[in-house]
């Protein structure tokens, strides 16, 4: 509240006579000017108030927004609540979305344009957007914002020009449906959670939940379902969603987990040693790291420590651990998740005896994100130069750009930070994955380098067997001054996701190894056996391992969703005319009944006897409208009358 309403309300207050006022005040005088006070005082102080909440159909999306730039959570933790429902309406959802996708162009147009200090910085997003690259490029309602940017509006123009051509012919809404249209879907995965269910449990479940589509198995992941990213899917899964059976999770973020456990010669745990995740918020990666375990069968009092520095995020992960995990009580069998609000960097076996015993580490620290196809738009500018012909060259593949500016380096300090931690105190640990939800070579490539070249050795890359059959690897010519950063040999122990080509997020994972443990193996005699792990992964009966089936371009599913839409607007539109032409065989008292023209009628000849049965239920209703339509034209015109007659005598007795 400002100085000036707080003061104002402060003076609104002396201003109504007290609830027990004197005698002397108990006047007529006084409660005639108190009455003639009120309304003034109420007016003006719901004008305060409306002055203080802005009326603008812009603010609910502004006051997102600028929880979202305080706070530097995403959009889905403050829109939505801890029951998973939307707090907000979909448009003001839909708004902040949009201005999320395209704040780089945003930020670079403001840096350009010089505007006074605006306060509502939400606002003022918002308010650029729609007037730039919104639906309409105009922006409702009044207000200082708007007349400010008005003002300055074809320099906004000139500017969004120069730098991005491409969205000044179109809106942006075209563009992102262009641009959607161009690349290729990424589906709705769905992870089993088989702590508190199985495979077999849930797929009966979703035949009686009747989803509205065919549903397959991963094959690189197992307990993954793969569905089609619609909304009637999405509610389909509601129930064993709440219910935590089943995980909403992208596939490639699968691969942390599944690497460290089954990536290596022998499988977690080793030697009855625990698990720890670095960065374990939300949880999902915990969760699975731990269903993983629980299905091996040489686990003795396993511990997974999950950490997280934050504790708005900590107590998300302990919610989500809660939810998601449990733990058995049997002796020989059991995975134990210990939830801690620390600081990575600040862990050390030395200082806490908890850690002791941590021989393998998850790591999967804070990054750009720029992996996540629906949060960046980078990729879509890609494809579009593809599309327009635009051969690229290597240098320009977005997976193969090594960005310079401040945020990415300091990202990459700290990610070398963390991994270089996890490798000198911990001195028990003999396997590190290393992941993160980026695309850019100097927070993947660059610090696995970095690494290496500072452990002397002591550590080396293991191609993860869990993805043998993966194709995509990593890159070893990017950098900035054209040196190799990493040889063929190691580039292929790397795992890469193509958001493009492989249906999945952007995604890198690094599977690092102590060099000391292969050796004393070597001089023991080599008699351990290896445990290879399985890639054909089972499958259940009636059901087929996802091969793309909804990886395909959307712009033939476009045409033809168009192509059924006109027809489907033909038809109806042949059925609301009504045909007053009485059928040859038809009995002369018989009224006549409405029927479908001659196209309606050649479509109905081709197709099954179910669709006209449908056509003649259509007709039937359609016949009861009409009469129902005709006694209410009679009733109406009965009432005209009975008014007309009154409104006759009424005249007549007065004359």
Known sequence: MSLDAHAFVVCARFAYPPSNPPQEFKTRDHAHQSFKRKPNITTRKTVVEKSMSSSSPYAPAGNILNQIFKTRKGLKSIAYNQNGELTCSKTTYAQCSHVLQYKPLLDSILKRVKLLDVKNQGLLYILLYELLLGPNKKIRGGGALKRQLMSQKDLLLSTLKELQPSLTDESASDHVAQSSSQ??????????????????????????????CTYYMDRHVPDVLVLPPTASTRGSLQDLVTSHQVILQDKSSCFSALCLVHGFDTPLPTKGGDVLDACAAPGNKTSHLAALLAKQSNIKNCNVHALDKSKDRFKLLQRR???????????????????????????????????????????????????????????????????????????????????????????????????????????????IVYSTCSIYVEENEGVIHRLLESTNDEWELVAPQCLRHWKRRGHFDSSDNGKLLLTKEQSKCLIRVDPLKDASNGFFVACLQRKKRTTKQEQGGGNKKKVTYNNELTLPEGMEFYNNQFHNDKKSTLEEKEKSLKQQKEETKDRSKPNNKRPKDAVADTPPKPSINKKRKAVTTTTTDAILVDDSQISKKRAKKLEWKKKQREKKQKRLQKQQQQNSTSTKQEE
């Open 183 to 212: 690349h290729v879907t990424i589906p709705r995965y769905v992870r089993i959670n088989t702590i508190l269910s199985s495979t077999n449990e849930i797929l009966p479940k979703l035949e009686n939940a009747k989803i509205p």
């Open 321 to 431: 651990m809660r939810e998601l995990t449990t733990t058995t009580n049997d002796d020989d069998n059991i995975v134990k998740v210990h939830c801690h609000n620390m600081d990575f960097l600040t862990v050390s076996p030395k200082d806490d005896d908890k850690f002791s015993n941590v021989t393998a580490i998850l790591l999967d620290p804070s990054c750009s994100g720029s992996g996540m196809i629906s949060n960046h738009p980078e990729w879509k500018s890609s494809i579009n130069n593809k599309n327009n012909n635009n051969h690229r060259d290597n240098d320009d593949d977005p997976t193969t750009i090594t960005f310079t500016n401040d945020r990415i380096k300091a990202l990459s300090n700290f990610q070398f930070q963390a991994l270089q931690h996890a490798i000198t105190n911990f001195p028990k640990v003999e396997r």
